[in-house]
């Protein structure tokens, strides 16, 4: 659970990584707010190498397999969230049946590709 003094703690190690050197000074305040806040418990590799590329402004490997999309965390979160909140809108169309009345924008899915690959196969047969 995020409290108030974790948050406060995580904060001040992102104003202490924007002024650090490098890296490494950043990656160690970000383990010292983690160990302080009690959650270490629950960190794992995978856990640093997300960390370790949020620090770095880089989207995690494990993330774009799942979005294509900007190379900047803040942007590639944006998608996502536009991407998801599109879906939504689809899925609220689909329930009133009104989802194929307007055009469709094939951008808002995760993996358009796939879908119209998808599509493609069910009107072969």
Known sequence: MLTETRLLRVLTCRVAVTRADGPSVARRCFLRAIRSSGELRCWTLRSEALAGAL???EVPVSWSSR???????IRWLRALVAKTLALGSWA???SSDSLLRDG??????????????????????
């Not at 979005?67 to 965390?73: A, N, V």
């Not at 899915?109 to 493609?120: G, K």
């Open 104 to 125: 469709l924008d094939l951008s808002d899915l995760f993996h358009p590709d796939t879908f119209l690959n998808a599509l493609r196969q069910q009107t072969a047969r």
């Open 92 to 94: 609220e169309k689909c």
């Open 67 to 73: 979005l294509e999309g900007p190379e900047d965390p």
């Open 55 to 57: 620090l770095k402004q």
